[in-house]
């Protein structure tokens, strides 16, 4: 991070402005010369007549311009300190720069404006390659990542990141990833990747090896995020066992997906871990096998989250999801494809997949589904380590509910949302969450199912769920 210098006519050395105009005292081991003179630079007009970039070699001038150009709109000192910061915010955040420093001089020359000011930012660039090994937290699994990382490819923040990743419930994935953002705004960007991933489904009895491509087009809009997605897959499906159904076995072998995907997301949560305020809305649309590929469908999910800050340091926290998959031109749903329900991070107090169609045994996934959360946020009892350790846990009381099943489209809308809601599951319990810094969180839960179907699979009493997202 830089430090933000204002230089005074009246000063010996660069003054360090704090938030109300008036610099600290001297720095260590300068000594005033005679009466220090206060610069109160609240209000104080301004104009700020050039701007200087400093420290650019691979970078283009232009890019760097076009985020500090808000800065000669000043028309005070505090003014220009604040957009000053800005602009270097901007800068920071595009990963490319190993420092900036911002330095706000006095205007000087003969054509000087008497409250001209000259502001420079003095960058220094990041290597041109950098690796790192560090874990990753998935939902209920663990991976260890190795990453190699080329920024600022072409001299406007792009992005060149490879990663190789392998999990505690032997998964694996590589990936490639090109990014370029437009006009140094990260909001907007174009994402290329090449990937491959592979995965053991033990509840379904199945392992499935991905291989594809994507295209991928994110940008702001005035209701939320957007983006455009093309994905192409080639997909291998493989039975784990000798045991495995004979409903999962029908579905082995190779499959195409060419699809095109639609991904709005609005979140005004204060953090994704653990919210007190906010809402989120996302909604995410797949049409499949209009672009190429042999399975067709058309697929709608939303996800909805509401928090509420109550007292004593409490929290209300409402969620809701919900999917349906349609197969086109007459074909039928592939298990890859079909949602599944149950687990600790969805529906607690049963197995991961426990819900819903199964076939000897392993979990087949259906064509719909729906689920609903309550839960109650509180510091632990009598507050140990308050503003320290304990503020990184939670106590948690839930109430989950939701089914999966299928639907039938020729039936009318109000028979399947009957059917839907008939054989509801639900269950309650209590326990504690652990924050694993911003990234993701540990719940230990005592669940109490209530309702299952007798193909269910419950987890009545002790749950553990380590993971990013959480119903």
Not at 201 to 224: E, I, M, N, R
Request: proline share 5%; charged share 20%.
């Amino acid at each position: 991070m830089g430090i933000v210098h204002a230089k005074g006519p009246d000063t010996a050395y660069p003054a360090m402005v704090g938030s109300k105009g008036l610099p600290p005292p001297p720095p260590p081991g300068h000594q005033h010369q005679g009466q220090h003179k206060v610069l109160v630079l609240d209000n104080k007009d301004a104009k700020v007549e050039h701007v200087h970039i400093e420290g650019l070699q691979k970078t283009k001038s232009d890019m760097i311009a076009h985020l500090v150009k808000d800065v000669l709109s000043a028309t005070s000192i505090e003014e220009a300190i604040k957009k000053s910061n800005n602009a270097r915010n901007k800068m920071e955040d595009l990963g490319i720069f190993k420092r900036v420093n911002i330095f706000i001089d006095t205007s000087k020359g003969p054509s000087a404006h008497p409250n001209g000011l000259d502001v420079t930012f003095k960058v220094k660039e990041s290597k041109r390659m950098s690796g790192g090994v560090h874990t990753l937290v998935g939902n209920n699994e663990g991976s260890l990542v190795v990453g190699l990382k080329s920024p600022n490819v072409f001299g406007r923040a792009e992005k060149i990141i490879s990663e190789y990743s392998y999990g505690t419930k032997k998964s694996s994935g590589f990936h490639v990833s090109f990014i370029k953002p437009f006009r140094g705004d990260l909001q907007k960007s174009f994402t290329a990747s090449v990937f491959k991933v592979v995965g053991d489904f033990a509840p379904s009895g199945y392992k499935d090896t991905d291989k594809g491509v994507s295209l991928d087009l994110s940008f702001p809009s005035f209701v939320g995020k957007q983006s455009l997605r093309w994905e192409g897959i080639w997909r291998e499906l493989n039975c784990l066992s000798r045991t495995t159904s004979f409903a999962v076995r029908e579905e082995a072998g190779h499959t195409l997906k060419s699809s095109l995907k639609h991904i709005y997301t609005c979140d005004t949560r204060n953090e994704a871990i653990f919210p007190s305020s906010g809402y989120l809305i996302k909604l995410n649309q797949e049409l499949a096998g209009y672009t190429g590929g042999d399975v067709k469908f058309l697929k709608e999910e939303v996800e909805f989250q509401f928090n509420q800050s109550l007292f004593w340091d409490s929290v209300l926290s409402c969620s809701l999801t919900g999917g349906i998959l349609k197969p086109l031109d007459n074909s039928t749903s592939h298990i890859l494809d079909r949602f599944f329900l149950g687990g600790p991070n969805s529906i607690r107090g049963f197995s991961l997949r426990g819900i819903g169609p199964h076939s000897d045994g392993d979990a087949i996934g259906a064509e719909a589904f729906w689920a609903a959360g309550l839960h109650l946020y509180t510091p632990l009892p009598f507050n140990p380590g308050k503003g320290g350790f304990g503020d990184l846990f939670r106590t948690h009381f839930f109430v989950n509910a939701g089914n999966l099943g299928n639907v039938n489209f020729d039936d009318t809308w109000n028979a399947n949302l009957d059917r839907m809601l008939e054989n509801l599951r639900w269950s309650y319990g209590a326990g504690v969450v652990l924050r694993l810094g911003r990234i993701a969180r540990i719940e230990i839960n005592y669940c109490v199912p209530m309702r299952a179907e007798n193909s269910d699979k419950i987890t009545d009493g002790l749950q553990i769920g380590v993971g990013i997202n959480f119903l």
